[in-house]
């Protein structure tokens, strides 16, 4: 690995680059105009080395003299300007695609980058490509399923993507599983008129219900048009059965927590949940543990109440010791404490 100035006319996109598109260049071509590339492109050999390379200019495949640069030739009986200039394919981008663009974009003619010689294999080279892009968040969820499925394609299982590119190995199941997707889905996906959650919403589906389901797909309807389509029911109260049991999924699992700012209001509606549905009995021993009407107390004093007046007595000093409470001797010694 090494440091060099390079003329930008000898670097190309990666071909295996994941990304689609690359975005809005507008205010980093501006920033590189007024100063210059800050932060150097990392590029790997293309055809560096090699007898032939490809023109900057016409795009042909041309030889090479000695020096390294491509030799004379024609286009159309006149002599092409990319003749003895570096090869437009000498190196291939591997961090940098949008900064390498922006500055062609800037008018500059040669760019600051790192050669990396120690990443000869394809599988490593669009490994370092996908940790660029995912670490920097510029990977449309569908650019990263592309890119995890190369690494695939090239041998790879998805604990050792995971490793690699430093993502949990859930996220890359649920990345490749977007490839399953019919092509038009996918299209859809890139396009933006179907979101991530519409796309993964559709993945257990076959092709013929998850078209059925894309009918209403950016309205109310669209999830439960999934579960209907899932469970093969068109019974109301099956469905909303299914479509709360999805919503509360993440959050009984501990993947998804509330936004802090709504803590106390899900606390009430628990409260209020759990007053409405235990057994008349059970409300009552938990009124006279609280000492005032359910409704009326603070969420957290009445789930305390709650917890206390229905655990037995060694779940209850669990409880207790938690909340720093002090043993006498006599409980000390009791068997249930």
């Known amino acids: 690995m090494s440091t060099r100035v390079l003329p930008l006319r000898s670097i ?15 205010d980093l071509t501006a920033d590189i105009r007024d100063n210059g590339l800050i932060e150097p492109l ?15 200019s016409c795009g042909r495949v041309v030889e090479r003299h000695t020096s390294g640069v491509i030799g004379e030739h024609l286009i159309d009986g006149r002599p092409c300007p990319g003749g003895a200039e570096p090869a ?36 490593d080279q669009v490994a370092v490509m996908m940790r660029e892009n995912t670490h920097r968040r510029d990977l449309t969820a569908l650019e990263e399923a592309t890119g995890y ?3 695939r394609d090239l041998g790879w299982s998805s604990t050792r993507i995971a490793q690699q590119v430093k993502r949990s190995k859930k996220t890359i199941d ?9 092509e038009r889905q996918r299209a859809r996906l890139m396009r933006g008129t179907i979101t991530l959650a519409d796309a993964e919403a559709l993945l257990d589906l076959p092709p013929e219900r998850a078209a059925r389901a894309l009918r209403s797909v950016g309205t109310t309807a669209f999830r439960q048009e999934v579960a209907r389509e899932r469970l093969g029911s068109d019974d109301p109260d099956v469905i909303a059965a299914e479509l ?23 606390r009430r509606a628990t409260v209020r949940a759990l007053a409405d549905g235990l057994p008349r009995r059970r409300v009552a021993a938990w009124v006279k543990a609280l000492g005032c009407p359910v409704e009326s107390a603070d969420p957290d004093r009445a789930l305390l109440a709650l917890a206390a007046s229905e655990a037995d ?3 209850l000093y669990g409880l207790l010791d938690e909340l720093g409470y002090v043993r006498s001797p006599i409980e000390e010694a009791a068997p249930c404490a």
């Open 12 to 26: 190309r996109p990666h071909p295996n680059n994941p990304r689609f598109d690359l975005g809005d260049l507008t």
């Open 42 to 56: 990392v590029v790997v050999p293309g055809s560096f080395g090699k007898r032939t390379g490809e023109c900057g």
């Open 88 to 123: 437009a394919d000498d190196w291939f981008v591997l961090a940098g695609h949008r900064r390498r663009q922006a500055a062609l974009d800037a008018g500059l003619d040669e760019v600051l980058c790192v050669t990396r010689f120690d990443l000869r294999a394809q599988v």
């Open 149 to 151: 499925d190369m690494l």
């Open 174 to 182: 649920r990345r490749l599983a977007l490839m399953r997707l019919p």
């Open 244 to 266: 709360r049991r999805e919503f509360l999924a993440p959050f009984l699992s501990g993947e998804q927590r509330p936004p802090r700012q709504t803590w106390p209001a899900v």
């Open 313 to 315: 007595e060694g779940v």
